[in-house]
């Protein structure tokens, strides 16, 4: 009896010290959370500033040198297509087509008195018997037929300046510059008024050479500034396809790129400031918190749970929000891995999930 009291006092104590053994092992083992890898998109953007400008600007020029016979606008004001801006003197231009008019007349009547006096001196020389050779100089013909052309061709040319004398606006928008004064001389092809399309505007900005290559024609972009409240939508119009530098003196190229307003409001104006940021587009991917990976010069790494221990699996990693980050590959969605693998995690570790 004693023997058996015995026997089962050392089984007792064997189960005890097992269990107790498994208490310290599984007190020793980390404790894991685990996470699900889901299918999103991270937003990337390029950021930059710029200045508002009108999407569309039209120069009138002086049609000819001249008078200013009278300007119909000022600066600041606003007006439509085909609305008058200003009108040339008449006068010069007409002054000028009645002495052409004058000039064509002389030189076909020095023609028709060379071609008569030759014709004259043709009957003389049969009326004497004699063979007239040629009757008419063929170079004084064609020196006649230039002059009367370029008359011709001058007297063209100012009666298209002279329809031209009342400039009209190209284009909806307000004057921007006006350089040209009633009563005052004006030489043909100065700028005489400037108009801008300022409901329609667009941000000029600029890219440093490591976005450059990010932005493409018909990207979202969101405007903001410190002249208006609320964020402004807008898609890019334009990008450069040739660097420049900003100033002699810098080294840093740049890409111009413009950004035109899907609505302008009116506190906006040409020459405000703005702030642009411009959406990058991206396709779906599978992601993972940033903790959930670990990046070694090896490469990144992620750490599943099997049979108790964490098995660690290469992955390749693409961009990340400073919170996720994409897996381009060695992970599906669905897939739970360790959500914060502290550094006593390494392949094999044997750990407990905490659900």
């Known amino acids: 009896m ?17 269990v ?10 980390p404790t894991v959370s685990l996470v699900e890898a889901e299918t999103g998109v991270i937003r990337e953007s390029v950021y930059a500033s710029g200045t508002l400008a009108a999407a569309e600007t039209a120069d009138h020029y002086v049609p000819y040198s001249g008078v200013v ?19 040339m003197e008449a006068a010069t231009l007409e002054n000028q087509i009645r002495l052409e008019e004058n000039s064509l007349a002389m030189i076909r009547a020095e023609e028709r008195m060379y071609r008569e006096s030759r014709l004259e001196a043709a009957r003389r020389e049969l009326a004497e018997g004699r063979e007239p050779e040629d ?23 100012l009666r298209e300046q002279l329809e031209k004398r ?26 005489a008024v400037t ?23 018909g990207m979202e972009a969101v405007i903001s500034g410190d002249s208006f409240d609320q964020e402004l939508a807008g898609t890019v119009s334009f990008v450069s396809p040739i660097a420049a530098q900003a100033d002699a003196s810098s080294r840093d190229p740049y890409l111009e790129i413009r950004v035109k307003l899907s609505d302008v409001p009116d506190v906006l ?16 991917r599978v992601l993972v918190p940033l903790t959930a990976v670990r990046f070694t010069a090896d490469g990144a790494r992620v750490y599943e749970v099997k049979d108790g221990r964490a098995l660690a699996r290469s992955v390749t990693a693409g961009r990340d929000d400073g919170e996720r980050v994409e897996i381009l590959s060695g992970l599906s969605a669905g897939e739970r891995v360790i959500a914060a693998p502290g550094g ?3 392949d094999g570790t044997p750990v407990n999930v905490h659900d």
């Open 2 to 18: 004693k023997k058996k009291l015995i026997v089962g006092t050392i089984l007792l104590a064997s189960i005890i010290g097992l």
């Open 20 to 29: 107790a053994l498994n208490l310290v092992r599984s007190g020793s083992r």
């Open 69 to 87: 016979e009278r300007v119909f606008v000022k600066a600041g004001d606003r007006v439509k297509k085909g609305d008058p801006l200003f009108v």
């Open 135 to 157: 009757v008419f100089d063929e170079n004084e013909l064609e020196l006649y037929r230039l002059r009367i052309e370029r008359s011709m061709l001058m007297m063209e040319s």
């Open 166 to 191: 009342e400039v009209r606006a190209e284009l909806d928008g307000v004057v921007s510059a006006l350089h040209v004064k009633t009563g005052q001389p004006a030489a043909e092809g100065t700028v």
């Open 195 to 217: 108009l801008v399309d300022d409901l329609n505007l667009e941000a000029v900005a600029r890219l440093n050479q490591l976005d450059a290559g990010k932005v493409k024609e």
């Open 269 to 284: 104006k040409p020459g405000l400031t703005v702030s642009l940021e411009i959406v990058l587009p991206a396709e779906p």
């Open 344 to 346: 006593d995690i390494t």
